[in-house]
């Protein structure tokens, strides 16, 4: 990859969760996106993103899986759909690319993650070329694509955002994120990844969303009402996740959350 110019990620520094609650006992730190410097050198891939998402990131993560060499570039929030945001993408959301080695202007998080694994992932290291794997890790992306970032997303929209208290959304969305956690714990009984036996996009896709469940599980801190104990109700799901928050580039992501996360803090706590 040596010869690679950065490829550009647009990110924002709009950000669409809230600041989370404690954290589950899985010790998964909540979401919120990053900045905006030049990883490695070379020519980078670039990118269009809020940072305050997890779509974002799993871009980064496949980033830093093939250690592609990027860039970040921030988009203001308020710029979002604005002509000049809306030629990368037209439907004024993050992430987008646009990788200078090939000539490509890409959004939608799913179609970038396949596009970097089929233009850089040659010796398959995120993937596999055999069939029926190759099938199964689209089926797993489209799963994550259509079921876990919609519900994740509504859920933490009419948990903190939706401008009236509405508890039968808020319940429905809750229980579509546990129903997706239990499509995941079924598929992993003596497993330890998705597909295969490594690990693959399909499982990396699905990270960062599972980090902001505590947002929504954590409990009432004096009741415990509402608390979820993954580690015992989910055990598979639990252990997975685990195993793939132990990688390196993940570890790297959910530092850069953390510390966006602490910042946040101490900006509200400054208002105060």
């Known amino acids: 990859m040596a010869d690679l110019k950065p490829i550009t990620l647009y990110t924002s520094n709009q950000s669409n ?3 989370p609650r404690p954290p589950l006992p899985l010790q998964i730190p909540p979401i919120l996106i990053s900045s905006s410097t030049t990883h490695q050198s070379n020519s980078p891939l670039s990118s269009p993103q ?3 998402g997890p779509n974002p990131h799993k871009v980064v993560l496949i980033f830093l899986e093939l250690s592609l060499p990027y860039k970040e570039e921030i ?4 710029d979002l759909h604005t002509p000049i945001y809306e030629k990368i993408n037209p439907n004024g959301r993050v992430p987008a690319i646009y990788d200078p080695n090939t000539d490509v202007t890409l959004w939608e998080s799913g179609a970038i993650v396949e596009y970097l ?3 850089y992932d040659k010796e398959a290291k995120l993937t596999y070329t055999t069939s029926p794997e190759k099938f199964l890790l689209k089926q797993w992306l489209m799963f994550q694509m259509s079921g876990q970032g919609p519900y994740f997303g509504q859920a933490a929209w009419f948990t903190f955002y939706h401008h009236e208290k509405l508890p039968s959304a808020v319940t429905r969305y ?6 997706v956690c239990a499509v995941r714990e079924a598929a992993l009984e003596g497993k330890e990844y998705l597909v295969g036996d490594k690990c693959t996009y399909a499982d990396l896709s699905f990270v960062i969303w599972d980090a902001s469940l505590s947002m929504f599980f954590a409990g009432d801190p004096e009741t415990g009402e509402g608390k979820v104990d993954f580690e015992k109700d989910y055990p598979n799901f639990w252990a997975w996740h685990q195993r793939l928050c132990q990688r390196e580039s993940v570890k790297q992501c959910l530092e850069e959350i953390n510390a966006l996360r602490a910042k946040r803090a101490a900006a509200a706590a400054a208002q105060k």
């Open 117 to 119: 694994i089929d233009t």
């Open 174 to 179: 809750r229980n579509e994120v546990l129903r």
């Open 50 to 52: 809020p940072a305050g």
């Open 17 to 19: 969760l809230p600041l």
């Open 75 to 78: 988009i203001q929030g308020k």
